[in-house]
């Protein structure tokens, strides 16, 4: 994936930078969780893990991510 602001790639990454692929954060998780009596529930909100750092935004930027196989979300800071 490639993130930019204003047109500017700033970062780019792989998912597999993720414990080799995102899904496998997910089960380490929910692992862990179970060694200590608790579980993952209906409606939690799971981040995996990012990829790319975060990047400072400001109002006027407009931000695109493009990932390689799911397609582009952008976003224009008012």
Known sequence: MSLSINGQILETGSSTAVMAN???????????????????????????????????FAAGDTLLAQFDQLGEVMLSVV
């Open 22 to 56: 995102p899904v496998n954060a997910v089960a380490w998780l929910a692992n862990t969780l179970h060694q200590f009596g608790m579980s993952i529930k209906e409606g939690d909100v799971i981040l995996s893990g990012s990829f790319v750092r975060a990047i400072p």
